[in-house]
């Protein structure tokens, strides 16, 4: 991934032509964007490369860009031996576009294609992965980040898209360690890499010169893992938490929790003097902190630090829901090793822990397994609900709702920003609240993958 065009010459080069508000709509057929098995060099270099399953041949897929208001048009074009579908996580969408097979349209054959229109209605970072078998697919390299600019941008001198990303890999052949769906992940924490990366790579570096802003955007791609991460050499605030922006920057003084599939946009001043090395770091398993993104400082690009950021424009219908009279839902989340769940319905009747276990299914949302026929709940267009939910796992679970936003409602009843994806604790409630305004079938789950396919899914439908 090579420097992205400064947002200034963007905007310049687009005055120059059309100018944003007055872009084609595109004609004909839209461009493809093609699944298909590739190799990359995942594993460190003594190794084989891997095989992965990748968006237009690439690791991750290819970043999109779309101006806010703007229509992303893609025709999935399925290379891949098996059926596919893409989800474009975090965008407020059409119901028919969210690539959920089974739930808004049947998963794509080999060999043909499905056309993905929708307008992005947001400005933010988001991405697009596998929605068809995704702990497998999203495993196999299936993910890629889907960037809206804002229509006014922030100034800054560059946009880095940092895609974080850990890999399974069996050390005898390189190749992803089998089988995806293994029970003993499944029942746990879910499928962890033994290689972690940025970008596709274990040791992605961006230079930087002093005194340099840049605007990071960090997308947890991986399956199961929740990044603790922490700037070095860098000062920086929070911007943006999935996809949306903060009423106010926020500045950076501790660690960041990045929970799968969560999105955290940073501006960053390199702070570090030419000749040393910034960076993100995380904390590894044995809490040491290691370079996630190598950051080696070369030059200065001014003499002093600028002055702090300022937020960045609001998206539209970002107000508070109004939750004192909003319908009040309870979800217990269960299962999982450790836990204490008996039982739970799964494919319209009851079953016993263990032999929920031989099918491969270890989770509940209120005492059911997977999709029920009916929704957790019909919501009304409009309304206004708060959900609480209570953690009785032994797990930490990254709980995603399709299609809508939400709030954290903390105990004080004060609201959190607007995210898609928020981290819950064992034995800790977890109150959302949202406002039900996108009509359709909605998913609402746990997005560490394999908990996901092994029951912690459920659906709601908005009328
Ligand atoms: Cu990131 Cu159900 O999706
Ligand atoms: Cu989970």
Redesign the pocket.
């Known amino acids: 991934m090579g420097p992205h065009l400064t947002r200034r010459a963007f905007c310049g080069a687009l005055a120059g032509a059309a100018g944003l508000a007055s872009l084609p709509v595109r004609a004909g057929s839209p461009a493809p964007l093609t699944a298909r098995v590739t190799s990359a060099q995942i594993a460190p270099s003594t190794y084989p490369a891997t095989e992965v399953w990748a968006y237009d041949g690439q690791l991750p897929g290819p970043v999109l860009r779309v101006p806010q208001g703007g229509r992303v048009s893609r025709r999935l074009v399925n290379e891949l031996p098996v059926p596919t579908s893409v ?1 474009w ?2 965008i407020r969408i059409d119901n028919a576009m969210d690539g ?1 097979a089974g739930l808004t349209q049947d998963a794509v054959p080999p060999g043909e294609t499905f056309d993905y229109d929708f307008v992005v209605p947001d400005a933010g970072t988001y ?1 697009y ?1 596998a ?1 068809t078998n ?1 702990f497998e697919q ?1 495993a196999r390299g299936l993910a890629g980040a889907l960037i809206v600019e804002e229509a006014e941008a922030p100034d800054i001198d560059r946009d880095e898209v940092l895609l974080l990303d850990d890999w399974l890999i069996d050390p005898a052949d390189g190749q992803f360690m089998l089988p995806f769906g293994h029970m003993m992940s499944l029942s746990h924490g879910g499928r962890l890499g033994n290689v972690i990366g940025s970008n596709g790579t274990i040791d992605l570096s961006r230079p930087a010169r002093s005194n340099e802003r840049l605007r990071l955007r960090l997308i947890n791609g991986s399956n199961a893992r929740i990044f603790v991460l922490k700037l070095d050499g860098l000062t920086g605030w929070t911007v943006a938490l999935d996809g949306m922006p903060l009423p106010a920057p926020e500045a950076v003084t501790a660690t960041l929790v990045l929970a799968p ?1 969560q999105r955290i946009d940073l501006i960053v001043d390199v702070t570090a003097s030419p000749g040393e090395t910034a960076g993100l770091l995380r904390l590894d398993d044995n809490n040491l902190w290691r370079a996630q993104v190598r950051v080696p400082v070369q030059g200065a690009a001014a003499s002093a630090r600028r002055e702090a950021p300022k937020a960045l424009p609001p998206n539209p219908r970002m107000e508070p829901p109004g939750v004192q009279d909003a319908r009040q839902l309870e979800m217990a989340m269960q299962g999982g090793a450790m836990g204490r769940m008996a039982s739970a319905r799964f494919n319209g009747t009851p079953h016993g822990f263990r032999d929920l276990a031989q099918r491969g299914q270890f989770w509940a949302l209120d005492g059911q397994v997977g999709l029920g026929d009916a929704p957790f709940a019909t919501l009304d267009r409009g309304e206004t609900v708060t959900l609480r939910l209570t953690n009785e796992t032994a797990f930490p679970h990254a709980m ?1 709702l ?1 299609g809508m936003h939400f709030r954290h409602v903390s105990g004080d009843g004060s609201l959190g920003p607007l995210r898609d ?1 928020i981290l819950s604790l064992p034995g800790e409630p977890l109150e959302i609240a949202f406002t039900a305004d996108n009509p359709g079938k909605w ?1 609402f ?1 746990c ?1 560490m993958l394999g908990h ?1 396919a092994s029951g912690m ?1 459920t659906w709601i439908e908005v009328a």
């Open positions: 989800h996580h975090g959920v991405w992965h929605h995704s999203v599939a995603h399709h994806t998913l789950h997005h996901a899914t």
